[in-house]
Nanobody
């Protein structure tokens, strides 16, 4: 059974930090590109950051560059999103996503999300 389980969300003051975790199971985690998306109330889901399965290449939406860092530990089947200098506009539900790399199949897989609330 495929699962992606996010954790680490919560309430934090503006300027604070949080680290989100996404634990995967039931699929070959190391061969999947991992991403974090977020969705604020009344807004569309937005791609925040991505890390490749092969060389660890990362990409970020402009609004989080220099503040957020995506990483992965394939030995633990876990992806992370380190968030620093948080702003009220970062408030959203954060979702983990897994997409297979070339030659692999399945997915895309989604977690159920973890809430991040940044107070001003």
């Amino acid at each position: 059974q495929v699962q992606l389980v996010e954790s680490g969300g919560g309430l934090v003051q503006s300027g604070g930090s949080l680290r989100l975790s996404c634990a995967g199971s039931g699929f070959p985690f190391s061969h999947f590109r991992m991403s974090w998306f977020r969705q604020a109330p009344g807004k569309e889901r937005e791609l925040v950051a991505t890390i490749s399965s092969t060389d660890g290449h990362t990409t970020y939406v402009d609004s989080v560059k220099g503040r957020f860092t995506i990483s992965r530990d394939n030995a633990k089947n876990t992806a992370y999103l380190q968030m620093s200098s948080l702003k009220p506009e970062d408030t959203a539900t954060y979702f983990c996503n897994a997409v297979p790399s070339a030659g692999y199949y399945g997915g895309p897989y989604w977690g159920k999300g973890t809430q991040v609330t940044v107070s001003s």
